[in-house]
């Protein structure tokens, strides 16, 4: 069993509107010093297999079909063997 | 200027009905593989700032208010200086 911990966030140059409208309300709560907010996704998924190849593949057709979108997004993930 | 990378996640006993959607998703595609989907955010917040130990409470404080649901979610970040 392999645990991929998934990483999705916005490329550098696409505005972040959820990360704006977050460094806004804290300025309104008086967190002057928040310079930028930027959110993006952190995602676990459990795969069943005993090779690692094949799961870090598997994992990165995953995240290229369903868990990014590759026109605003980019992806890393980490791979651990689990029990 | 420190960077603070927040993970804000669903504590293990809260059910996950994006994870569970996403698993359903990645099942009908043929990852019958996937045991387990959990989705968290991950976020980014800049803070301007000398001192490491101010920008710490500060960031500990955004996360308990603003960020994070305590009732149902859990925090842990990471303080990094930048130029």
């Not at 550098?12 to 704006?20: A, C, I, M, R």
């Not at 996704?41 to 799961?55: G, H, M, T």
């Not at 995240?63 to 992806?75: A, D």
């Amino acid at each position: 069993m392999y645990k991929a911990t998934i990483f999705v966030t916005l490329k550098e140059s696409v505005l972040d509107p959820q990360g704006v409208a977050v460094k806004g309300s804290l300025h309104s709560l008086g967190y002057a010093e928040v310079k930028d907010v930027r959110i993006g996704k952190r995602i676990e998924v459990l795969i069943e297999s005993d090779n690692r190849r094949k799961a870090e593949q598997q994992v990165r057709e995953i995240c290229e079909k369903v868990l990014s979108n590759p026109v605003i997004e980019q992806f890393r993930f980490e791979l651990e063997e689990v029990a």
